[in-house]
């Protein structure tokens, strides 16, 4: 990887700490962290370890309560709530674990949803729409509702629907708990040829030795920090 | 706005089905029984009300300022042929009549009972109220005039009471102009069939030049009767009647009968009170719908607002939803309202026992009219989608203080 690149991520000692009772509970205790254009990186570390913590302080989602976090140039801890809302819509790309679709819609629909916020061109949402679910490998289940879909087939829609909005990075928190091994492997190949094929960053969390094994970078969580860092 | 909004919004109303047609069926029920109700009260005192006033006081008459606490011929007023001439040019003013009225006691043979004699315009009376077409066979509305009598047109109860026939003779005896003794003699021209009983038992109808004579009042009449247009506003009416006839008093049909306008009033307030409890109920059961929307959808609200849809936005889309829940109860609701009112226009119910007894005390045909205006559809479907659209804000505030991160987890 080519280390005079921007990274899209930094964090500077970033801690969350939550309030459990009478005790702290530091969740993300102090991670230094960059993340370069086009990786595509694994958060793996038991439960409890503070993954789904760290990802969404850098995803905008949680505040931390010590350090920094910037993307792609733009400090997050400046933004105020409703900032923090657009800059999610134009810059970062969420898949969650699972049931996170709008069941209401079909698959192209919630895909379009996203660059309907965007407010883009209803020409544009078409096409976008198309090659999307084209390149998850689901252009003849664009109509499907959610609930025709497996429980793989909708993760690749919510893979879709995060690279709708053109994305710097896509987030995923354990995008494969809840799916078998086989369909595991196959999201990871959709996200792998995306990477490879667009350039796209991805950085998701996993405890499945499988989905590991996939990442070309490897970030260990213990109790909050980092505990090793393999590329 | 994007279809998919509406295409979001509509399917969401519809992921839970039973109780979507529970809620909006409550609204419809709420804007089709209130319309209903609200639509046989106006009917019913409508039709009391156009009743009297073409029959009797017209919906604004002009009359001596004393008449009306004390209606006797001394309290009349002179008829000026130009000022009524201008008068029948108002704006709003369908016909102007003179009347001349009087209370008397007639008696054909042996038979006698008190009448109400009202000397009017043949012809401008039949305009109004169709008289003609109301004449019992066999007799006229008036007929030529002839030297010998002066012709009376006879409610047909009181006509078979008294035993009378077109050609018979009616004496009357009462009170002129100036307490002088009045004694009238007419020929009965024809019986009229005046659709309800009361008035039918009580009124005699002569020529106004004929009562002026009978009751010593030559020029002058008890009222100026005004039977305004449908869509006219009476107090404008009024204005203008009062301005021409500044030395007289130019009333209200609501001055004229205040029983009836303080009961149709009565009866309005306990609309109100039963309406009131009605809006209570339904609004109750759409907020614990939205409540319950509300709660169950959190998680999807927090990935929602995680994936970038800002909060005003989700808030747009929710209550569009809320309003569209509400709009469907009201819009079928006000749908299937219409033809049945129709129905019940052209078929009115026939009423029985106390309510027909009331009608015919204040002499009314037994009916239950309905009335069918616009105002009253709006005014209970706005009120209905009024509660939709304030109970939609609750939604905004849960949505606007949503903890994305405890939502996305539940
Ligand atoms: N909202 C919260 N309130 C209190 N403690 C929390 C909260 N969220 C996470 N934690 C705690 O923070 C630690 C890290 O949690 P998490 O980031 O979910 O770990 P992982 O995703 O690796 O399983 C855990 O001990 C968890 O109990
Ligand atoms: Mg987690």
Redesign the interface.
Known sequence: MNSNQQPVITTRGISRTYQQGPVDVRAVDGVDLSILPGEFTALVGPSGSGKTTLL?LI?G??RPTAGEVVIDGTRLNDLDE?AL??F???H?G?V?QA??L????SAA?NI???M??QKASAKERRTRTQQLLKDVGLEKLGHARPTQLSGGQQQRVAVA??LA?KPAFVLADEPTANLDSHTAESLLDVMEQLNRDEGMTFVFSTHDPRVIARARRVVTLVDGRIDSDEA | MNALWWTLAWRNLWRNKRRTVITAGSAFFAVFFAVVMQSVTYGVFGKMIEDMARLSTGHVQVQDSLYLAEPTPDHSLELDAARLAEAQKIDGAMAVMPRLEAIVLASSGDRSTPVQVIGIEPAAEDSVNRFTERIRSGGQYFGEPRADLPEAVVGAALGDQLGLSPGDTLFTIGQGYHGVPAYGRFRVAGLLELGNPELSKRLVYVQLADAQHAFRMEGRVTGVVCMADPAADLEDVQAELAALFPDQAARLWSDLMPDLEQTLEGKLAGNYIILFILYLIIGFGLFSTVLMMMSERQKEFGILISVGTGRRTLAAMVYLEVALLGLLGVGLGSLAVWPFLEYFDANPVQLRGDLRELHEQYGLEPILPVMIEPFIFFNQAAVVLGMALTVGLYPLRVLKRLDILKASRS
């Open positions: 969404n995803g989602l949680d409703n809302i657009q999610r819509l134009h970062i969420f969650f049931y996170n709008i069941p209401v819609l629909e379009e949803f996203i309907l916020l629907r995060a909005s």
